[in-house]
Nanobody, 115 residues
Framework: QVQLVESGGGLVQAGGSLRLSCAAS????????MDWYRQAPGNKRAWVAQ???????NYADSVKGRFTISRDNAKNTVYLQMNSLKPEDTAVYYC?????????WGQGTQVTVSS
């Protein structure tokens, strides 16, 4: 059984920073893609960033230049460094890992940015 555990969310003032982590455990190997998504109240879940196994990254326009995704393949962990946070970044953040045709989601971690 595969489990993804996220951490690092919290309450921060606008302009502040947070670092999210998502660690996978269980029978998961050769994770190809790692993504972060977010869902604000009343909105659909939206893609935020992606990193490939070789380190290629891609970002949603709304976070480009402020967020940085990274990964540690040895630890099956993905990170999201969030800088210059804005109130509109407030959401539940979810990680997604893709391996051998299967997708695995984390449970979500709340990020709240106060103005």
């Amino acid at each position: 059984q595969v489990q993804l555990v996220e951490s690092g969310g919290g309450l921060v003032q606008a302009g502040g920073s947070l670092r999210l982590s998502c660690a996978a455990s269980g029978s998961i190997f050769s994770i190809n893609l790692m993504d972060w998504y977010r869902q604000a109240p009343g909105n659909k879940r939206a893609w935020v960033a992606q990193i490939t196994r070789t380190g290629l990254t891609n970002y949603a326009d709304s976070v480009k230049g402020r967020f940085t995704i990274s990964r540690d393949n040895a630890k099956n962990t993905v990170y999201l460094q969030m800088n210059s946070l804005k109130p509109e970044d407030t959401a539940v953040y979810y990680c997604l890992m893709s391996s051998n045709g299967n997708n695995y989601w984390g449970q979500g971690t709340q990020v709240t940015v106060s103005s």
